[in-house]
């Protein structure tokens, strides 16, 4: 009876409120004006190349640290790595696709588990997506200033919560934790018998 109850308390006391169900994914859909001043008549300039660039990455980390979004919300080792672990960090996050016509579109995606907080990912998830659009733009403008992007499209995905009913779970390894206590004391005490039959 010991045994359940210290199971039972233990899971209740660890557990999480509740499951969550998909991951976090963030998407920007973005039309580029440039004047065809970064393309020519045989090649499509290499937005997906420039934007995932570990140079557009680093000043994106600058600009999303300033009150934008905490990283250590989805990376508890975030301030431990160096800059370049975090730019390898984002490059698995943030993917670009590049299309024709000056088309090309951000995801950012997040596993469900990587924090509770699926209220401060939902606010937050769209500025550090929004962020991310703002410095490419900056980006680009670095070679061609009159370039100007135009959101063409937004969605956003979150995890769907489903509440843990913690009364059935406590229920639940209760009962584990009193079969698991009864084969253990008949265990115990089948080796003691044992035991002094050999003694005697």
Do not use: C
């Not at 580029?32 to 980390?61: C, M």
């Amino acid at each position: 009876m010991l045994i359940a109850a210290v199971l039972s308390g233990v899971k209740v006391m660890s557990s999480d409120v509740a499951q969550r169900h998909g991951d976090y994914l963030f998407i920007r859909t973005v039309q580029v004006s440039t004047g065809n001043a970064l393309v020519d008549s045989k090649n499509e300039f290499d937005y997906k190349g420039f934007l995932e660039s570990p140079a557009n990455y680093s000043q994106f980390i600058d600009a999303a640290d300033h009150n934008v979004f905490d990283f250590t919300k989805v990376d508890s080792a975030w301030n431990r790595k160096g800059r370049y672990e975090q730019i390898k960090w984002l490059t698995d996050k943030i993917k670009v696709g590049s299309y024709k016509n000056d088309v090309f579109e951000v995801s950012i995606h997040f596993d469900a588990n990587v924090t509770r907080d699926v209220d401060y990912m939902n606010e937050h998830g769209k500025m550090l997506a929004d962020t991310f659009i703002k410095q490419s733009e900056e980006s680009i403008k670095s070679i061609n200033p009159n370039a100007t992007f135009r959101v063409v499209n937004e969605e956003q995905y979150l995890p769907v919560v489903e509440p843990i009913n913690r009364k059935n779970v406590m229920i639940k390894f209760a009962i584990i934790g009193f079969v698991v206590g009864v084969f253990g004391a008949i265990a115990a005490f089948f080796i003691r018998e044992v035991a002094k039959q050999n003694k005697e």
